[in-house]
């Protein structure tokens, strides 16, 4: 307790803590469920190409600054 304040008494509390878990376990049981059942490599090639390419821009600027520092001479960070 808190301040003198019992926590998760309310239903009001109570759901909001459910949300905030169901809400972090979400993406977690999607990422495993989508890995494992091999969604992607189901998907057709243009879907796959857009998926990776938002993932790759999801990573970041500092992400993809190093990755285009590694790449070979003459060629970008994708590989084209």
């Known amino acids: 307790m808190r301040l003198g ?3 998760f ?12 878990l ?3 376990a979400a993406p977690a049981a999607g ?15 243009s879907v796959q190409l ?4 938002a993932h790759r821009k999801a990573r970041g600027p500092r ?4 990755r285009a520092r590694r790449a070979p001479p003459g060629r970008d960070a994708i590989g084209a």
């Open 50 to 53: 857009r998926v990776k390419w």
């Open 5 to 7: 304040k019992p926590h």
């Open 31 to 45: 990422a495993l469920a989508f890995k494992s059942l091999g969604l992607l490599a189901r998907a057709p090639e």
């Open 63 to 66: 992400r993809a600054a190093r």
């Open 9 to 20: 008494r309310t239903v009001h509390a109570r759901v909001g803590l459910a949300a905030l």
């Open 22 to 24: 169901l809400g972090l």
